[in-house]
């Protein structure tokens, strides 16, 4: 039981650059999301899918993409990385809205 | 929209003791409230929750609390442990929009043995 699976754990890119962050889960989970953490910022959401081919923005989405094609997949692409998306990222996912996440173990992005 | 805020950011206590870490949110329609623990390097746990129409709530050492009057809720560690060390995260749910989850900004809790 993997629970929610995210990769790579640490990763440093060049202004400029694209590159997808994966996240993939085995709970059957409708709902998953994604979130960056930055230092006296909490937990910001950037994404978020109700389900297979259903997305939509959070808070902070500029410079994010993501689609669903299936329900076990939701990645997060950096379309051009810049400097100001330093941070780390979270993935999540919930049976439904009114249970709790389960978080993935974060990937820690650095855009130099 | 909701604004949670948390408090206090850091605590620091000895081990045995107790740690309160409490939180107020802005809108009465949140129905759902969970805390999360982080530990370092590591993604949030979920680790004790409650609904609107419950006052209080205990797992073992963690209890939380929700004054829904008053729009505040509180996470009770009993009994602290160096284990217990880490950030806490609180949050508040609005049902009937997905994206309505609010996170308060974390407590560091430092477990001094």
New interface residues.
Partial sequence: NAGVTQTPKFQVLKTGQSMTLQCAQDMNHEYMSWYRQDPGMGLRLIHYSVGAGITDQGEVPNGYNVSRSTTEDFPLRLLSAAPSQTSVYFCASSADINYGYTFGSGTRLTVV | GENVEQHPSTLSVQEGDSAVIKCTYSDSAS??F?W?KQEL??????II?I?SNVGEKKDQRIAVTLNKTAKHFSLHITETQPEDSAVY?CAA?V???????T????TKLQVIP
């Fill in positions: 129905n759902y969970p999360y390097g590591k993604g949030p746990q979920l929750d609904r995260f749910i049902s009937g929009g997905y994206q309505k989850v996170f308060g900004i974390g």
